[in-house]
């Protein structure tokens, strides 16, 4: 499945691909907000959230989403998996202001729901290059709920070429990413 939120013109969403259905197979699905081309800009083709999956039992595989002005990923379902992620934030966020979540510093590029108890992922990147503003700060590139049945494996951020920087991989776990080496910081295993 290929989604494209502007670039052949100016397009708006809320969210992009919802997924509702229980016992779902979501498989090399390519999800993103347009970063180049016609009718792009951070508010002129805005989609806040790239996938939501509220379906229980739902398998991800080759998901990959990018450049969403807030969640690249929100999932709320029980028992959900992915395998293989690849995420990058979007480019053009003018300033730190502009990805700011409460007090947090930016979105996560994949979210599992605060009230989900079963979840797993193996290999999932996220990385940024914040061209438009350099200085702009992730907390973390993946956040979930700290719970036995939620497990990651086998995580990685990274900043390419010092633009922008990751606080840490998982919630706040994982060395931060720093400088202008792109060097990942990774994570084998969380919790």
């Not at 502007?6 to 016992?23: D, I, P, W, Y």
């Not at 509220?54 to 929100?74: I, P, R, S």
């Not at 395998?83 to 590029?109: C, H, S, T």
Request: charged share 15%; net charge negative.
């Amino acid at each position: 499945m290929f989604v494209r939120i502007g670039g052949a013109g100016a397009g708006l969403a809320t969210a992009s691909l919802v997924v509702n259905s229980r016992h779902t197979i979501v498989d090399h699905t390519w999800v993103w907000r347009a970063d180049h081309s016609n009718g792009v800009g951070w508010e002129t083709n805005r989609a806040d959230y790239g996938v939501v999956v509220n379906g229980h039992d739902v398998l991800a595989t080759g998901l990959f989403v990018e450049h969403f002005n807030k969640y690249d990923v929100q999932w709320y379902g029980q028992r959900g998996r992915t395998i293989f992620f690849q995420n990058e934030k979007a480019y053009d966020a003018p300033n730190q202001a502009a990805v700011q979540n409460g007090p947090l510093k930016g979105y996560a590029a994949y979210k599992v729901g605060d009230d989900v108890t079963t979840h797993e992922a193996w290999g999932l990147g996220s990385y940024c290059y914040y061209n438009v503003d350099p200085t702009i700060v992730q907390h973390h590139g993946f956040a979930a709920p700290n719970t036995p049945g939620v497990k990651f494996h086998d995580l990685l951020v990274i900043s390419l070429g010092g633009k922008g920087q990751y606080e840490a991989v998982i919630n706040d776990t994982g060395a931060p990413t720093s400088g202008a080496s792109t060097v990942p910081s990774t994570v084998v295993s969380y919790p």
